[in-house]
């Protein structure tokens, strides 16, 4: 086939590893991208349903997609992932935008080229919304596109059923991928010459889960043991299953970055048990104080939800302490959004809106004057970046060093994919700018 695509992304970096393979798709049938929406011959909507904004802002570019659609009749509209999963959604979203060509879920993505092909043969819609079987499919080839950056899934799904948390609903339970596919995807990517793995899942602490003979520290460490220069990281780790075990593997190899997504989501033990979230505010600074004994330099990111049904001012009071005492590199901040099907939703005592927007804007000040803090100290200093880009509007490449820091410098050669050490000269809130020594 001959023609365009455009794939739009919402959510996570699991959501884009997800469009890489729906790219992966796409190209096996002919197809090349373009950044024009209005270019497109198939236009993809790879949706999210953690929360009610990202709905909506899909809602609103597939809504702007009618004209586009009524002017060019045989443009294919499709709409995947998290949001089309929901129960009674697939049927809403036809009903409200019934130029949509094609609706599919989290759990038949292998099948979106079946549905185009069916497409171009028949007038109505095609939708298709499957449950979770249990299994994990191996046969989806991603185009990847975040060059040199490049994420591998090991779970799919959830067990954990965090009151709040759609997740599990709309991605099934927790199911892992062999450590052989694992290693040999490491391996291929380390060989193709990207610098930098992403391993991902829902909770990577409780890979195995009786499915392999490898733990996940186990499998962290046979991938840090592969040839060549490259860094290695890992989302998300659940407080809960933390484990000595995993601190120990860190430490000891140079290849995973001494960086830790670790979220918390509150402090206050009120509210994590209401979020069944399995552990203390106490567990918590334990698992830190654990991670900084062995490894000092480590820096810690984290996930905060303000506005929980029942929240207090109490209750938000020790979040904020507890982010202060933790000293996090940057947070993740977000208000409470109920999602219909979860416990959470069914709550009584919903936040105040305009508590939760005081309380979001208080915390988010106090993690920002954490992250500038900790920007200021790299004045001065001279760090390894790995370049990932160029920006076009400040004329300066950028990239991150393995604490996740954004720094931006000039180059007279292009030195995207290379690790460059880099003087730092200032600091502004989250970034850094400096020069190539």
């Known amino acids: 086939m001959n023609g365009y695509y455009h794939i739009t992304t919402y959510g996570c970096q699991m959501n884009v590893h997800e469009s890489e393979k729906i790219a992966g798709i796409l190209s096996d049938l002919g197809y090349k991208a ?57 049927e809403n979203l036809h009903e409200k935008f019934p130029y949509v060509d094609i609706i599919f879920g989290t759990h038949n993505l292998g099948k979106l080229k079946d549905y185009i092909l069916k497409k171009q043969t028949v007038k109505k819609a095609v939708i298709e919304i499957l449950e979770d079987d249990g299994k994990v499919y191996e046969e989806i080839k991603p185009l990847r596109t ?4 490049a994420w591998i899934n090991i779970t799919y799904g959830c067990n954990n059923f965090c009151t709040y ?35 991902l899942g829902q909770n990577v602490n409780s890979y195995s889960n009786g499915t392999d003979d490898l733990s996940f520290p186990q499998l962290l460490e046979a991938i840090a043991g592969i040839e060549g220069k490259f860094r290695l990281r890992f989302m998300t780790s659940h407080p ?18 001494k960086s830790v997504h670790l979220p918390v989501q509150s402090g206050s033990d009120v509210i994590l048990k209401a979020m069944n979230r399995r552990y203390s505010s106490a567990d918590y600074l334990n698992k830190v104080s654990m991670l900084k004994r062995y490894i000092p330099e480590c820096t810690i990111t984290t996930d905060l939800i303000v506005g929980f049904p029942g929240e207090t001012d109490e209750d938000f009071i020790a979040t904020l302490n507890l982010v202060k005492e933790v000293g996090f590199s940057s947070a993740f901040s977000f208000v409470y959004s109920k999602r219909d099907g ?23 000040a106090t ?27 400040k004329n300066m490449y950028l990239g991150r060093d393995e604490f996740g820091r954004m720094a931006y410098f000039r180059s007279e050669k292009d030195v995207i994919g290379e690790f460059v050490n880099v003087k730092i000269n200032s600091a502004s809130g989250i970034s850094l700018t400096g020069e190539i020594i």
């Open 165 to 199: 948390c759609i997740v599990p609903y709309v991605r099934g339970r927790e199911r892992s991928r062999r450590s052989a596919d694992i290693i040999n995807e490491a391996k291929e990517l380390v060989a193709l010459g990207y610098k930098e793995i992403t391993l």
């Open 240 to 257: 809960k299953d933390f484990s000595e075990e995993l601190v120990k593997v860190i430490s000891r190899n140079p290849k995973i970055c």
């Open 367 to 393: 993690v920002n004057a954490l992250t500038r803090s900790q920007s200021e100290k790299y004045v001065g200093t001279t760090v390894e970046i790995l370049c990932e880009d160029y920006d076009n509007k």
């Open 146 to 149: 975040s060059y040199p950056n």
């Open 34 to 90: 373009t950044e024009k929406i209005e270019d497109a011959d198939i236009a993809v909507f790879n949706t999210c349903c953690i929360r009610e904004n990202a709905e909506n802002h899909a809602f609103g570019n597939i809504g702007m997609l009618k004209k586009l659609k009524t002017a060019k009749k045989n443009m294919i509209i499709a709409v995947g992932g998290c949001f089309t999963q929901q129960m009674g959604k697939a």
């Open 342 to 364: 979860t416990v959470a939703a069914r709550m009584e005592n919903q936040v105040d809106p305009e508590v939760s927007k005081r309380r979001i804007m208080e915390l988010i």
